[in-house]
């Protein structure tokens, strides 16, 4: 049974920092893209930051470019997103999903992004 579990969130001020870390079982990890989504109180889910199954590709959504990285870790089954320079904007459940075999962007695509979610890690950004 494929289990995705996020950790790493918390209440930070606006310009600080968090790490979200989330580990995969049940699969096989380095055959899977894997994508980080949030979703805010009252507005769609929405991608952040996704890699490829490879880890050669990175996406980024444009209001977060620059203040995020993504990386993984297939060693320990473990997808990371470092976020810097937050924003009260930027608070929001973020999720961790992942997909079998290439992705070509980040949008988030229900369709796309069905089957593997981790149940979501609070961020919480303060003025």
């Known amino acids: 049974q494929v289990h995705l579990a996020e950790s790493g969130g918390g209440l930070v001020q606006s310009g600080g920092s968090l790490r979200l870390s989330c580990t995969a079982s049940g699969l096989r990890f380095d055959d899977y893209s894997l994508g980080w989504f949030r979703q805010a109180p009252g507005k769609e889910r929405e991608g952040v930051s996704c890699?490829?199954?490879?880890?050669?590709?990175?996406f980024y959504t444009d209001s977060m470019k620059g203040r995020v990285t993504i990386s993984r870790d297939n060693g320990k089954n473990t997808v990371y997103l470092q976020m810097n320079s937050l924003k009260p904007e930027d608070t929001a459940i973020y999720y961790c999903?992942?997909?079998?075999?290439?992705?070509?962007?980040?949008?988030?695509?229900?369709?796309?992004?069905?089957?593997?979610w981790g149940q979501g890690t609070q961020v919480t950004v303060s003025p």
């Open positions: 999903a992942a997909v079998e075999g290439s992705i070509s962007g980040c949008e988030y695509d229900p369709l796309f992004w069905s089957d593997k």
């Open positions: 890699i490829s199954w490879s880890g050669r590709n990175t």
